[in-house]
């Protein structure tokens, strides 16, 4: 019995020293494909901006991999549109929604688009949060075109059922429209206060109604936003990642002759944005894209950025942000490349060099997560400190 656990404890005493070992290999590598980014006077500059903006003019396909709800990464994301005219924005949301915001910017003037997002803005995922809509504005008013991909978020119904009462010609389908966007706003107030109450998405009500809905005479449109609810329903009860991702690789191939060989930019979270098989061991949306470009006989370029340290916000207005803890998470991985990052300055490691040594058997990567950024991104990019992203001030 003895000799058992001895040997348990010596041979993870060496499974240890193994990592260590191997993660001292990373670091003296990433040290040496370290370059550092400065934010001065509202605006990127360094060695590793050059070398990212210089990638990026050279490539179709800027894949952009994040964690989400804080202020630095939209503000890295508007500056690379700064640099490059990008004829399409690929993001985290339904295309009809998409569309939505797209037409709204276009077409309000700055006090109805403020009003707008008053009565609306919770329906907007990410892009509630100023800096996030802000980017949004930027590339609408740079004429580039707004297309999502994703399921219709939960508190969304109200936001796409109150555009379909405006278009409607079914007196009872107008009707529906608004219970649901009306039960959709009740329902997600009394969320806010209550986190045990379901959105309306969630309820049976919420399937009679759209049951109805998919019986009446209504457009094609109408009976395309319909099925895309009933979709977005069924991943949301179900938590069928696979779905989730099966649908956002068939909406972006849905307008494929429309978008390739275009400028495009993507900006997910990281999650779904490597080459590879993603974080979450699916082969996701920033592996088609990808695919698509090496079909072209070219590359995408794929980049994720997140925080050391810092705050994220809530998705939901009023609730507390969350300290980022580099101990957990992706984070957790990535400790060979944080452990680098001093100061104030950002930092951009590029992982070819360290991808190639890898695909050499040069240095062995135990750690399947962080195999899986080396392998998946082309630049890791490191914010000291970020800031959670605020609400508007309406």
């Known amino acids: ?67 989400h709800f804080t202020n630095e990464i939209p503000f890295f ?34 006090d109805a688009l403020n009003k707008y997002t008053a009565d609306y803005g919770n329906t907007f995922s990410f892009y509630a949060f100023k800096p996030e809509f802000d980017l949004l504005k930027q590339l609408v008013n740079g004429k580039t075109t707004i297309r999502g991909t994703d399921q219709i ?7 796409i059922c109150n555009e379909l009462m405006q278009t409607t010609k079914n007196t009872r389908a107008r009707e529906i429209y608004k219970t649901i966007r009306d039960q959709s706003k009740a329902h997600f107030s009394a969320f806010l206060k209550d986190q045990k109450n379901p959105f309306y998405l969630l309820t049976p009500d919420f399937d009679t109604q759209i049951n109805e809905l998919a019986n009446l005479k209504l457009s094609t449109e109408e009976n395309k936003i319909i099925a895309a609810l009933k979709l977005s329903a069924e991943i949301y009860k179900s938590q069928n990642h696979h779905l989730r991702i099966q649908l956002m690789k068939n ?40 695919n698509i470009e090496d079909s072209q006989f070219s590359s995408s370029l794929h980049i994720i950025v997140l925080g050391k340290s810092g705050w994220q916000a809530s998705p939901f207005e009023g609730q507390p942000a969350s300290q980022i803890d580099e101990n957990e998470g992706s984070l957790k991985s990535l400790k060979p490349f944080l452990k680098l990052v001093n100061g104030t300055e950002w930092q951009c490691f590029d992982m070819a060099p360290i991808r190639r040594a890898i695909e050499n058997g040069k240095v062995k990567v135990t750690d399947v997560k962080l195999s899986r950024i080396i392998k998946g991104f082309d630049f890791l990019v490191v914010i000291p400190e970020v800031t959670a992203s605020q609400f508007p001030k309406l």
């Not at 260590?20 to 060695?47: F, I, P, W, Y």
């Not at 978020?153 to 936001?159: E, I, K």
């Open 1 to 67: 019995m003895k000799k058992s656990i001895l040997l348990a404890f010596f041979t993870m005493l060496l499974s240890t020293k193994f990592i260590s070992a191997q993660d001292s290999l990373v670091t003296a590598m990433a040290k040496r494909s370290q370059t550092s980014l400065t934010v001065s006077n509202g605006e990127l500059k360094g060695l590793g901006w050059d070398k990212i903006i210089e990638k990026a003019k050279k490539s179709n396909n800027i894949v952009i991999g994040e964690e």
């Open 153 to 159: 978020l939960l508190v969304a119904d109200r936001l």
């Open 251 to 290: 909406q972006l191939m849905a307008d494929y002759g429309s978008w390739v060989k275009q400028k495009n930019l993507y900006k997910y979270g990281a999650n779904h944005a490597a080459k590879g098989e993603s974080l979450l061991e699916i082969y996701d949306i920033g592996n088609l894209v990808n």
């Open 77 to 110: 994301v508007s500056k690379i549109a700064g640099q490059i005219k990008f004829d399409n924005f690929f993001c985290e949301i339904d295309p009809f929604t998409a569309h939505i915001f797209e037409q709204k910017i276009k077409t309000l003037s700055a």
